[in-house]
Structures are given as structure tokens and as C-alpha cells.
């Protein structure tokens, strides 16, 4: 089955700076990668996804980069807020109506103000 | 905005006991899915419903665990018989076909 790593565990930024948290993922039919934040007492909530047929996305100040070859996927945060602090899971699936999501072990984001 | 709803927000259990927890996922949603995540862990797929039916199950899926949708707007997740590792948060998620799949705030279940 899927088996998705996430690194660093922990990444403290200064505000204002960016932040990256790569993922790797191993089934090459995966083609869906989702990535959640996870506020202390909460779910899980989306934050920006990318399917296998787009390299980049990006959406105001939070970007994600898949390389399919090398099996790979980034987040990028730039000009973080303190807001930013938070748990942030990657995730992989296969698109075909039953999304099971194979999460990664999760990134534990401070943003140092 | 539409939110899945989930109660109770903790459960505590003596081992044995069973437990139901219950979950009130978008109402046109038409997959339904629950995940646990213990203590510092990563988020785990237990089992996906669709259709009134089982989609898919994980191997942590055994025969102590049950779903079931006994109406138009709840999903539940029985477990029959607690284990203290059976402790964990657990997260039920929804989504339309091929689309976000929005999680809910979870149950915390203390097995002791």
C-alpha cells in the first residue's frame, strides 16, 4: 500500500520568513495530494491540494510543487504569521471517488514572532 | 459554511465496554470515512462507506469495529469490545465524488 514520509517533524521559522515541509510518497499511482492543517482541538482542514497532472499551485501565500518522477511534494509558506502555527499533514491518495488519504507523520510548524 | 459535526467530543470507556461514537457528516455528501490518529501520530484511514456499504476497510478495521448510517444524517463507528489501545482521536470525514474531503473536530476515547 502507501506509504507517505513528511520532514522535517518540527520547523520553527521567524515570522515573516518561509517555510518548507517536503513530502515523499511511494505508490506511483497516487495522483492526488492534499495538504491539512491541524490547529490544537481541531480536524483536519484543507489547505491546498495538487492533482498529478499539474506541477505547481498556488494560492495567495501558500504554494505546492509535485515532482511525479522523484515521487515528491513540497509546501511552501511565504511571509508566515503567527497564525501559521499549527500541525501540517500531507497526504496521498488515487482519485477515483473513494478517497482513502494516507497521511504523512505530520509537521509541527512555529512561527517565532 | 456546511461543517461535519461530531459527538461526543470525549469519551471515556472501561476496556470491554463498547462504545458508539457518532458523527453528523455535509448533508450532499456521498462518501463518508473514519480515520483515527493516536497521541502523536499520524491520521489513519480505518474504513470508507459508501452507498449504505463498506468501500474500503484497513487491517485496523477488524471485526471489533462496525459502521453503519441508521439514517439520512448520521454515520456512526461502534467499537464492540474497548482495548486500552483502541485510545486515540477519532476523526470522521466526508466528501462529494472526487472532491475535498472535510474532517470533523473528532472524538478523543480514553480506554482504561
Known amino acids: 500500500g502507501e506509504n507517505v514520509e513528511q520532514h522535517p517533524s518540527t520547523l520553527s521559522v521567524q515570522e515573516g520568513d518561509s517555510a518548507v515541509i517536503k513530502c515523499t510518497y511511494s505508490d506511483s499511482a497516487s495522483n492526488y495530494f492534499p495538504w491539512y492543517k491541524q490547529e490544537l482541538g481541531k480536524g483536519p482542514q484543507l489547505i491546498i491540494d495538487i492533482r498529478s497532472n499539474v506541477g505547481e499551485k498556488k494560492d495567495q501565500r501558500i504554494a505546492v510543487t509535485l515532482n511525479k518522477t522523484a515521487k515528491h511534494f513540497s509546501l511552501h509558506i511565504t511571509e508566515t504569521q503567527p497564525e501559521d502555527s499549527a500541525v501540517y499533514f500531507c497526504a496521498a491518495s488515487i482519485r477515483r471517488g473513494n478517497e482513502k488519504l494516507t497521511f504523512g507523520t505530520g509537521t509541527r510548524l512555529t512561527i517565532i514572532p | ?112
Open chain 2, 1 to 112: 459554511e456546511p461543517e461535519v459535526t461530531q459527538t461526543p467530543s470525549h469519551q471515556v470507556t472501561q476496556m470491554g465496554q463498547e462504545v458508539i461514537l457518532r458523527c453528523v457528516p455535509i448533508s450532499n455528501h456521498l462518501y463518508f470515512y473514519w480515520y483515527r490518529q493516536i497521541l502523536g501520530q499520524k491520521v489513519e484511514f480505518l474504513v470508507s462507506f459508501y452507498n449504505n456499504e463498506i468501500s474500503e476497510k484497513s487491517e485496523i478495521f477488524d471485526d471489533q469495529f462496525s459502521v453503519e448510517r441508521p439514517d439520512g444524517s448520521n454515520f456512526t463507528l461502534k467499537i464492540r469490545s474497548t482495548k486500552l489501545e483502541d485510545s486515540a482521536m477519532y476523526f470522521c470525514a466526508s466528501d462529494r465524488v472526487m472532491d475535498e474531503q472535510f474532517f470533523g473536530p473528532g472524538t478523543r476515547l480514553t480506554v482504561l
